[in-house]
């Protein structure tokens, strides 16, 4: 059954379309076979590289105010669900706080509440990027849903994050996980359940706590479903001419004209992982 939620955000992605406010991104789709014959999804960007994947210089702030061509539900008064201006998937979305608040701030239980509320309707794979160095296009605070159907594959690295929830891989066994912490969720999500996880992920990488640290001690990925968090502390947003962000740990690349795509074919898509991930945890 579709929610509310969805089907207000279809409505937008046919209006925005029409109007101009939402531009996909054309893209070619390839495979890229990891370890343990765990399938990375590789997209190629065919359409003109959009602004924030460009490095140009300081840019306005697109969501202060937002374009309302793209609003799709107001959250109460402190947060707003909108498009993504440049979705690859269909109803990308957007959870914006209304007011500035910095991206590379603490997130707050009122971000967590509003994520919540959201999931009890429409789910799929939640992300968040810290900030520049974690992939981050935006400073103004947003996390992004890609929603995803009941019994649908919620990422493509799903089971390397089950197993690791599970407590069935070791930093020995995967180098990943000496920078990574997956945590498994097994309650109905709440923001107070989501804020505790979320600041004892950040702890066990010696990211700080907001008692003592005005903001997270370094740069990191959130990925959340209903059935695990993780949180990679990162060390550079990219390498070869691949941006990473927390998608590329979830399993799909994007790769652009300037991206060696020879050197992750013959190095394999886990060697990009660790050489933007930070392992001094």
């Avoid at 498009?83 to 701030?105: E, F, R």
């Avoid at 160095?133 to 849903?145: F, K, T, V």
């Avoid at 640290?213 to 390498?239: F, H, K």
Wanted: aromatic share 6%; with cysteine; net charge neutral.
């Amino acid at each position: 059954m579709t929610s509310e939620l969805l089907r207000k955000a279809m409505e937008v992605t046919v209006a925005a379309t029409a109007s101009g406010a939402l531009v996909p991104l054309d893209t070619s789709l390839t495979h890229l076979i990891g370890e343990r014959g765990c399938r990375f999804e590789l997209r190629h960007l065919l359409s003109a590289t959009p602004k924030h994947l460009r490095a140009s210089g300081p840019k306005p702030n697109p969501f202060l105010p937002w374009d309302q061509r793209l609003e799709v539900d107001r959250i109460g008064e402190s947060h707003v669900v909108i498009l993504n201006k440049y979705p690859v998937q269909t109803s990308h979305m957007l959870l914006i706080t209304q007011d500035w608040q910095p991206q590379t701030g603490w997130l707050s239980m009122e971000d967590w509440r509003s994520l919540a509320w959201i999931d009890a309707t429409t789910t799929g794979l939640w992300f968040f990027n810290s900030g520049p160095d974690a992939g981050a296009s935006q400073p103004h605070r947003h996390l992004q849903l890609l929603p995803r159907s009941e019994g649908e594959r919620i990422c493509a690295r799903d089971d390397w994050f089950r197993c690791c929830a599970a407590g069935r891989t070791t930093p020995a066994q995967d180098l990943l996980l000496r920078s990574a912490r997956v945590a498994a969720i097994s309650s109905t999500l709440t923001g107070e359940m989501l804020q505790a996880l979320y600041l004892a992920l950040a702890e066990d990488l010696d990211l700080g706590h907001p008692s003592t640290d005005d903001c997270p001690r370094g740069a990191y990925n959130l990925l959340l479903t209903r059935q695990w968090m993780a949180m990679v502390r990162r060390r550079r947003e990219g390498i070869r001419g691949f941006s990473v962000n927390a998608l590329g740990f979830a399993g799909s690349l994007l790769s652009t004209e300037a991206s060696d795509r020879q050197w992750i074919q013959r190095s394999g898509p886990e060697a990009l992982l660790q050489a933007v991930v930070d392992t001094q945890s």
